[in-house]
T-cell receptor
């Protein structure tokens, strides 16, 4: 059975305090691993897709990495506007993204 | 501007009534999707469509119906058979080449 676990469920950081979010997954036939950012009451915003172990992608203060069992979203020197829920979603089929429950990040000024 | 629109943003219905949620995209994407999001749960796939006039059930299709008569449009009907319809509904689309799904702003449906 496909499973994805995101940790921690919630994270509070001081502005400038770097940290990492974890996405652990057990899926058959991983095709890709997607990261999204979701603000309250809005649709998820696409951030990254990772396709193979060892791959890394960066966007501003965010860097996503992928291993065979986990993906990490590293946040360097976060700002209050980085506050959001971050969702990961392994792709298990041509049209199937299996979403985690997310990590709710709060960055305090 | 290219994007995905969902309307309305908030929708209220009485129990026993069918309701249709709108989703339109002008990104020229082939595939479209419907998800529901409930507190404490991940997004769950209701239906998806890879091409006009064709669609497939997702993980939680019972009590829902869709149509795909135009490439740009993928409306979702929540029927009275759906036992717990109150939720946040999200529509997404993706190009065939990458399968990267782009989401609309969502519709919050409340059924009382």
């Amino acid at each position: 059975e496909d499973q994805v676990t995101q940790s921690p469920e919630a994270l509070r950081l001081q502005e400038g305090e770097s940290s990492s979010l974890n996405c652990s997954y057990t899926v058959s036939g991983l095709r890709g691993l997607f990261w999204y950012r979701q603000d309250p009451g809005k649709g998820p915003e696409f951030l990254f897709t990772l396709y193979s172990a060892g791959e890394e992608k960066e966007k501003e203060r965010l860097k996503a990495t992928l291993t065979k069992k986990e993906s990490f979203l590293h946040i360097t020197a976060p700002k209050p506007e980085d506050s959001a829920t971050y969702l990961c979603a392994p792709q298990t089929g041509a049209n199937n993204l299996f979403f985690g429950t997310g990590t709710r990040l709060t960055v305090i000024p | 501007d290219g994007g995905i629109t969902q309307s309305p943003k908030y929708l209220f219905r009485k129990e026993g009534q069918n309701v249709t949620l709108s989703c339109e995209q002008n990104l020229n994407h082939d595939a479209m999707y419907w998800y529901r999001q409930d507190p404490g749960q991940g997004l769950r796939l209701i239906y998806y469509s890879q091409i006009v006039n064709d669609f497939q059930k997702g993980d939680i299709a019972e009590g829902y119906s869709v149509s795909r008569e135009k490439k740009e449009s993928f409306p979702l009907t929540v029927t009275s058979a759906q036992k717990n319809p109150t939720a946040f509904y999200l529509c997404a689309s993706s190009p065939r080449q990458t399968y990267e799904q782009y989401f609309g702003p969502g519709t919050r449906l409340t059924v009382t």
